[in-house]
């Protein structure tokens, strides 16, 4: 039984051995970032382009929409009739106040013959001055009902004279927001038609992105699914409200001569340009979620020499969106953890870099 047991040890006995001298684990993968000082310059914002001149046409006038012969996307010239009112029903509306207007004149001469009876028989003493002053308000009363009917053929003609919608420009219709059959009021909006010349860039950017723009700023726009080469925007324009959802602020970027791929509609990426002059330089980001410690006492895992982790302090700047400005306490090229900084330890050995 001894024999037994001694030859079952003699045979587990290389096992053991073999756990004892197994490698230690390789020391995690770290999820991390290099520094630069161009980082600002690396937020790509999402944006379209479109025309720097656009017109929302409407009627100005009341009216049954009769027609609207033009779709999204149509090219139209100057002076195309782009939609029309029920002419029949305006046509009708300027005979009927014709017509009123004759009726009143009509009844202004009979009422001015009526008062110039009453004065001559006033004169001859035989008619009251009631009689007299009842003519004369008659007659008041006719003037007053000729220079309404006055003003309503006025406005039946300029209503006919308005019933045609025609393009102020050559363009291309962008959308239309109206059925023919459908009753229209003065100001609703019709169509949108945007101009043939001039295209610019229009990207949202978050409102603390503002503060590394200058006059003149510069962007490299590359256009979507398209084999273009990237162009140019200059800012143009920071329109002075933020949209009350995002927060974010619009900018619209004067494009100049640019390719045709580069249509109306077309979905571009927009990253700010530099060094050039507009541009801001030397600007150090981290994300947010790189930053650890206290709110009076930040700091950052760096991966130093050996990828050992060292906690270093520093100072933050502007918040911008999803990263923050470091102002102080890294430098360009040194690598710093950006994920599960709260996992890891001073002076632990980190793996290899993962972006």
């Given at each position: 039984?001894?024999?037994?047991?001694?030859?079952?040890?003699?045979?587990?006995?290389?096992?053991?051995?073999?756990?004892?001298?197994?490698?230690?684990?390789?020391?995690?993968?770290?999820?991390?970032?290099?520094?630069?000082?161009?980082?600002?310059?690396?937020?790509?914002?999402?944006?379209?382009?479109?025309?720097?001149?656009?017109?929302?046409?409407?009627?100005?006038?009341?009216?049954?929409?009769?027609?609207?012969?033009?779709?999204?996307?149509?090219?139209?010239?100057?002076?195309?009739?782009?939609?029309?009112?029920?002419?029949?029903?305006?046509?009708?509306?300027?005979?009927?106040?014709?017509?009123?207007?004759?009726?009143?004149?009509?009844?202004?001469?009979?009422?001015?013959?009526?008062?110039?009876?009453?004065?001559?028989?006033?004169?001859?003493?035989?008619?009251?001055?009631?009689?007299?002053?009842?003519?004369?308000?008659?007659?008041?009363?006719?003037?007053?009902?000729?220079?309404?009917?006055?003003?309503?053929?006025?406005?039946?003609?300029?209503?006919?004279?308005?019933?045609?919608?025609?393009?102020?420009?050559?363009?291309?219709?962008?959308?239309?927001?109206?059925?023919?059959?459908?009753?229209?009021?003065?100001?609703?909006?019709?169509?949108?038609?945007?101009?043939?010349?001039?295209?610019?860039?229009?990207?949202?950017?978050?409102?603390?992105?503002?503060?590394?723009?200058?006059?003149?700023?510069?962007?490299?726009?590359?256009?979507?699914?398209?084999?273009?080469?990237?162009?140019?925007?200059?800012?143009?324009?920071?329109?002075?409200?933020?949209?009350?959802?995002?927060?974010?602020?619009?900018?619209?970027?004067?494009?100049?001569?640019?390719?045709?791929?580069?249509?109306?509609g077309s979905l571009i990426s927009a990253r700010l340009s530099g060094p050039e002059p507009g541009t801001v330089a030397g600007i150090?980001?981290?994300?947010?979620?790189?930053?650890?410690?206290?709110?009076?006492?930040?700091?950052?895992?760096r991966v130093g020499e050996g990828r050992i982790l060292q906690l270093v302090p520093v100072t933050l700047g502007r918040s911008l969106?999803?990263?923050?400005?470091?102002?102080?306490?890294?430098?360009?090229?040194?690598?710093?953890?950006?994920?599960?900084v709260n996992s890891v330890t001073e002076g632990q050995t980190v793996g290899r870099r993962i972006e």
């Amino acid at each position: 039984m001894i024999r037994y047991l001694l030859l079952l040890a003699c045979a587990a006995a290389p096992s053991f051995a073999e756990e004892a001298a197994a490698p230690p684990a390789p020391p995690r993968p770290v999820l991390s970032e290099l520094v630069t000082e161009g980082a600002i310059r690396q937020r790509v914002f999402a944006g379209i382009i479109e025309a720097e001149v656009t017109s929302i046409l409407a009627f100005q006038t009341l009216g049954r929409l009769a027609s609207l012969p033009v779709a999204a996307g149509d090219r139209v010239r100057a002076g195309d009739a782009l939609a029309t009112l029920d002419q029949v029903t305006l046509q009708e509306d300027v005979a009927a106040a014709t017509a009123a207007l004759a009726g009143a004149r009509a009844e202004a001469v009979l009422a001015e013959q009526t008062l110039a009876r009453a004065q001559e028989l006033v004169r001859r003493g035989v008619s009251s001055a009631a009689q007299l002053e009842a003519a004369q308000s008659a007659r008041d009363s006719a003037v007053t009902q000729v220079t309404s009917a006055e003003a309503d053929l006025e406005r039946a003609e300029d209503a006919a004279r308005f019933g045609t919608l025609s393009a102020p420009m050559d363009g291309i219709v962008l959308s239309t927001a109206a059925e023919p059959g459908s009753v229209v009021s003065p100001g609703t909006p019709i169509l949108t038609l945007a101009g043939l010349t001039g295209r610019e860039a229009v990207i949202d950017v978050p409102t603390e992105f503002l503060t590394f723009l200058k006059p003149g700023a510069t962007f490299e726009l590359q256009g979507h699914g398209t084999s273009a080469v990237p162009i140019t925007g200059t800012l143009r324009l920071i329109e002075p409200t933020a949209d009350a959802g995002t927060r974010s602020r619009r900018l619209r970027l004067s494009l100049g001569d640019i390719p045709p791929a580069y249509r109306l509609g077309s979905l571009i990426s927009a990253r700010l340009s530099g060094p050039e002059p507009g541009t801001v330089a030397g600007i150090m980001t981290l994300p947010a979620t790189a930053i650890t410690g206290t709110a009076d006492a930040p700091a950052v895992w760096r991966v130093g020499e050996g990828r050992i982790l060292q906690l270093v302090p520093v100072t933050l700047g502007r918040s911008l969106g999803s990263r923050v400005e470091i102002a102080a306490g890294i430098a360009p090229g040194e690598e710093i953890v950006v994920k599960g900084v709260n996992s890891v330890t001073e002076g632990q050995t980190v793996g290899r870099r993962i972006e």
